[in-house]
């Protein structure tokens, strides 16, 4: 299964990623670092929420019936005989006639049934005097009326928030299984590339794109790592594959994918028959590479262009990260935005141009394009906020016409 001849849809392509892209096996976390991945066991209540009957207010417990015949002008008046702190460790008692001043969230004591809060009495030390009647269960939290023990409390597939969290914790759970972050191993090829740091001589380029798809990686929510450079070599290239393949879920190589004579990723990779090199009907894009190797990791091999690089990846890769995520919804959100300017596009191909979108004052979106055609203009690139997709269909973008932008929002992991 080398290189085809036939041109693929943008879907058809997207299918073939998606059917090669499997599952990984939950792992256990600790559960900070199990926000924003999704839950991976049905999690129940060992025990109930709140676990004991307590205030809901600072005041005073009280039983209800002995302040049944309170009155503004004949208030009742109650020995107060101590005082409930939370975290009181044993359950305080209180006879008829009694009440005990009690702060928020301390347990009840036995003999009380309702709290009156501190603001509606006269704060007494020694005795406290009630103005009205207090309600049996007023101001009472009772023990499981968040959740019961034993009931389901998250299911697996939920995703994990800072609420979910919350309800994990407060069911005492120090770890959870999760699906995990997928590995992600960012290499790329090119034998004029040099690492940041340095000022490149003549012909030489700095590797933006291993960090540009390490970073979008991360933000789809991978657990991403650049191994760095390699340079336009066959070997060189199956070796520092290869030493990754333990280490990865997903492999991912820039550069090297097109006609070109030194094109090692290509080359080296059509011949071992599980990667293929196909053409894609879009632009920029079109060369793309896709497979397995070793245990069936699965590797993408993106143009190098560095806007090539970063829509292959959006249109491509990151739906097969939240695939291995378990997320439901693979693709980002859309928004229809009005066109700026016009602007031609090819027949038979999807166009995915970098744009600005703007937010109008009337609330709707409009969008002006960035940087034409190119896919080397990376100061462009860093000027766009979205992607605007011109429909294969589509021959000319008139101004004033509806779009589809995909906004490019930063998940702020
Ligand atoms: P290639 O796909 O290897 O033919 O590369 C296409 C163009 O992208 C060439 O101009 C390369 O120099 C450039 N390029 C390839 N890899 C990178 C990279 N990692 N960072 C920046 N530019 C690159
Ligand atoms: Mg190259």
Request: aromatic letters at 4%; hydrophobic letters at 45%.
């Amino acid at each position: 299964m080398a290189e085809t001849d036939r041109r693929r849809s943008v879907d058809e392509h997207l299918r073939t990623v998606l059917d090669g892209i499997g599952s990984i096996d939950p792992i256990q976390v600790t559960l900070l670092d199990s926000q924003g991945l999704l839950l991976a066991e049905d999690v129940r209540a060992d025990f109930p929420l709140p676990s004991f009957d307590n205030s809901a207010m600072d005041g005073y417990a009280v039983r209800a019936i002995d302040t049944r015949d309170a009155t503004e002008n004949s208030p009742v008046v109650l020995q107060v005989v101590g005082d409930v702190a939370a975290g009181a460790s044993t359950r305080a008692g209180m006879g008829p006639g009694l009440s005990m001043r009690i702060m928020t969230g301390a347990p009840i004591p036995v003999g009380a049934d309702a709290v009156i809060k501190l603001e509606d009495t006269d704060r007494g030390l020694a005795r406290v005097s009630i103005p009205r009647p207090v309600h049996t269960g007023e101001n009472l939290r009772r023990q499981g009326e968040d959740i019961a023990a034993g009931a389901p409390a998250i299911g697996a597939g939920a995703a994990i928030g800072p609420q979910q969290l919350a309800l994990l914790a407060a069911l005492g759970r120090d770890r959870v299984m999760v699906r995990p972050r997928p590995r992600v191993i960012v290499l790329s090829t090119g034998s004029e590339l040099i690492d940041v740091g340095q000022t490149p001589a003549f012909g030489e380029v700095v590797d933006s794109n291993s960090y540009m798809i390490a970073a979008a990686a991360k933000d789809a929510g991978a657990d991403a790592r650049r191994i760095g450079i390699v340079a336009d070599d066959h070997a060189k290239l199956l070796d520092a594959l290869e030493s990754q393949l333990l280490r990865a879920d997903v492999l991912i190589t820039t550069g090297g994918v097109s006609m070109g004579a030194y094109d090692v990723v290509k080359e080296a990779l059509s011949e071992l028959g599980t990667v293929e090199f196909t053409e894609v009907a879009m632009q920029p894009g079109k060369p793309q590479g896709f497979g397995h190797i070793g245990d069936r990791v699965p590797i993408f091999c993106l143009p190098g262009n560095p806007v090539s690089s970063l829509v292959s990846f959006e249109v491509f890769v990151r739906p097969a990260i939240r695939k291995l995520l378990g997320k439901r919804s693979l693709q980002r959100s859309t928004v229809a935005a009005v066109a700026l300017e016009s602007t031609p596009s090819r027949r038979g191909v999807r166009q995915f141009r970098r744009g600005v979108l703007h937010r109008e004052a009337s609330g709707g979106y409009s969008v002006s394009f960035v940087g034409g055609p190119g896919s080397h203009l990376i100061a462009s690139l860093a000027m766009s906020n979205c992607l605007v997709v011109v429909e294969e269909d589509v021959t000319e973008v008139q101004a004033g016409q509806k779009v589809t932008v995909i906004p490019l929002l930063l998940a702020n992991r």
